[in-house]
């Protein structure tokens, strides 16, 4: 228990600390002269907001007495359906992420290829989520 609450806390600072640190980085966007510069500080920005709030959304289920994974979509219609939408997902993923990878290939502006190098990154990360959620909540591999 007592475990749990310093989890809770610390899940709440950072909480904290993330749109802290988002504020600041949104001022700090704004007086960037450097494109390549603002959009890398957006891309961090960005990044920030959204761990604030998949780390809040965490919070709501932290102290129950069950996995993350055993809360599920109780309509089997729409788990079906959800389910198949994932699977496509998948492939889209894949696709945009080719696509990303051939337009860093072909630029020659170190800003544009670092930029583009990051979203690779983040379709290679999204494909291993869609897998991992399709296999942990629907039992399907892929």
Do not use: C
Not at 32 to 51: G, N, Q
């Amino acid at each position: 228990m007592k475990n749990e609450k310093r989890l809770l806390d610390l899940i709440r600072a950072q909480i904290k600390l993330e749109k802290e640190i988002s504020d600041r980085l949104s001022k700090l966007e704004e007086r960037v002269d450097s494109i390549a510069a603002r959009l890398l500080i957006r891309e961090m920005r960005l990044d920030t907001e959204k761990h604030a709030e998949i780390l809040g959304e965490a919070l709501k289920v932290a102290d129950a007495p069950r996995s993350f994974w055993d809360y599920t979509i109780h309509v089997d219609a729409d788990k079906q359906a959800v389910k198949k939408e994932l699977a496509e997902h998948v492939t889209v993923e894949e696709k945009m992420r080719q696509q990303i990878e051939e337009e860093a290939e072909n630029t020659d502006d170190e800003a544009l290829k670092l930029l583009l190098g990051h979203f690779a990154e983040d379709e290679k990360r999204h494909h291993r989520i869609l897998k991992t959620i399709l296999s942990k909540a629907y039992n399907m591999e892929i």
